[in-house]
Each structure stands twice: as C-alpha cells, then as structure tokens.
C-alpha cells in the first residue's frame, strides 16, 4: 500500500507540475519548417574537495570526481520525430584513510521514434528502446572483495510500442505503451547463480557444486507509462523531470517499477554551472542486503526503495 501511495504521488506531481501555459504554445514556424536534424554533444566535470590542515574541529581530506557525456541526434519534420540519445557517467570518491569509491556509473542509450498522420494532431504513434548498463564493479562497502554488480550485470533493455502525447515533445510527452519487453542480463556467472537482480538462480547439490547454472537473462512483457517534461522555472534555472512506470503482465501484475530522475540546473555562465539531482528507484527484482552474523559478509533482504541524491559544482561544455 505505501508503494502504491509513493508511486501515485510521483505520477500525479510530474503531471502536476508539467501544465505551464508556455509548453502548449505552439510557435507557428517551428510547425512550418522543414526536416531538420540537431546534433549536440556535451561534456561535464563536477569536483569537490575539501582539505583539513590543523583545523581543531577535526575532519578528513577528501575529493570527489563526476565526469558526465551526453549525446544526441534528433530528428524531426511535420509528420516525423527520431530522438537519439547516449549518456555516460562516471564518478568516484576518494576519502583520507579508505579506499576510492564509486559514487556514479552508468551507460544510457535511448531510440525513440514517431509518427503522427495529421500534422495538426498532438498524437503519435511511437515505438521506444532503451538500453542501460554501468562501466565498473560495484561493491558493497566497506567488502570490496565479492562485487554485487558489473558490466552487463546486470543490463536493462527495454523495446515498445504505443501512443505518446506531445504538443511541445521536447519539453512535454506523455508514452503509453501497452506492450514493452524487458530483458534483464546478468552475464556474470557468479550474480547470475546467485539469482540476482530476479534471474532463476543455479541449483547446488549438498556439497555445494553447481547442478544447474543459473539463467543468465529474464525477460517480461508489461505495460509502460512515461511522462517528462523540462521548464524554466526562474532565470538561468531549468528543472528536467523523467518519470517511468513499468509492470509485468505476466509476473505480479500490478507490482510496479519506478524509476524517477529530477533535475535542476543552475547556469552560471557560458562554463560554469551547478547541478542538483534527485534519483528514485524501485525495483521488486533488485533485492537489498543487510550485515549478516558473520563478519564481513551480507544477508539478502526484501525490495526497498532506492534514493541518490548528487549536488556538484563544474563545468560543461557544449561542442
């Protein structure tokens, strides 16, 4: 009930939010022009750092480090949009008298095409795939022996089909799809044994020795809803919101997955730029882990809510 309760209230804040008079206007000439195709590129760093020199309060040396590339290639004309997008980020911590830490890592690669047969509708027919995975090992800290994730451990991979709404799609969309395909991989045998992230687990005989391996992917078919939206709220301050709901048909329908990312860009100059982001997650299939009795080692526990949170001061720089 409480998930259902969160998950509502994150659906009808982004829709809330999201109504501006401003996203509806339709600029005349952007509705005449013809085919065009955009290409932008942008790299960032974010840093942090503080040091410690004979300050009587106490403290410890540390610096962090974020560096984030995007790309897209967009397509669009009267009746066709082709939106292409990659994003990468990674990024550490390191801390005086521990070990450097990740504190970001991931790879998404977005398709999303469109088709609207009345140039004048606000509707499109529109099919969607996403890919995204991370770089490096994850840990569990303080054990940094045993990783709990890796490249393509696990892997998402979502294909669909459906309408989305738009009048101002760059700015304002809504997708349904009510059929989407996700396929989880773990191609790592170790996770993929272990039944991680909702793979079959391997089966062991008494002593141990693996009887059969455990599946190394996972596929469900459900129901996708997506809804984003970018504005300026105040001068040389834009927030960006992207809100997805997904749930399979086939195993606990109705057990919902959100993935809700929050934005807020503050521009300082042409460079220099400050960025706050809020990240949401739940996932009934990614299970938590708890210490277990044993030193150094963790017990599996139930689904929880996920929550990253990332405030970070650098520079970008559009080419």
């Not at 409480?2 to 829709?15: A, E, G």
Request: include cysteine.
């Amino acid at each position: 009930m409480k998930n259902f309760i969160f998950i509502l209230f994150c659906f009808l804040f982004n829709v809330t939010i999201a109504q501006p008079d401003s996203l509806f206007l339709i600029d005349k000439q952007e509705k005449e022009k013809g085919p065009e195709w955009i290409l932008k590129n942008k790299f960032s760093v974010d840093l942090n750092e503080v040091t410690f020199v004979n300050w009587n309060a106490g403290g410890s040396n540390s610096i962090s480090a974020l560096i984030g590339y995007q790309f897209s290639y967009d397509y669009s004309d009267k009746y066709f949009f082709w939106k292409n997008s990659l994003v990468a980020g990674y990024g550490v911590n390191g801390q005086q008298g521990r070990e450097t830490r990740k504190t970001t890592d991931l790879l998404d690669v977005n398709s999303n095409f469109g088709f609207s047969p009345n140039e004048k509708s606000n509707w499109f027919y529109s099919a969607r795939f996403n890919f995204k995975t991370q770089f490096a090992e994850g840990y569990q800290y303080p054990n940094t022996t045993n990783p709990i994730s890796k490249l393509m451990a696990p892997g998402y991979l979502f294909f669909g089909g459906g309408m989305e709404y738009g009048r101002n799609i760059d700015k304002l969309s809504l997708y349904l799809s009510p059929i989407t395909l996700k396929t989880t991989f773990v191609l790592d045998d170790n996770l993929a044994n272990a039944g991680r992230f909702g793979v079959t687990p391997a089966v062991f005989d008494v002593d141990g020795n693996v009887i059969r391996p455990g599946n190394r992917s996972r596929t469900e078919a459900g129901i996708l809803i997506t809804n984003s939206y970018q504005m300026e709220i105040a001068q040389n301050v834009v927030a960006k919101s992207n809100l997805s709901l997904y749930s399979d048909y086939i195993n606990n329908f109705g057990n919902i997955d959100v993935d809700w990312q929050m934005n807020f860009n503050f521009k300082v100059n042409s460079f220099v730029r400050a960025t706050f982001e809020s990240h949401i997650k739940y996932d009934d299939d990614v299970k938590t882990t708890v210490p277990s009795a044993i030193e150094g080692e963790f017990d599996e526990a139930g689904a929880k809510i996920q929550w990253k949170q990332f405030l970070g001061i650098g520079f970008a720089v559009d080419f």
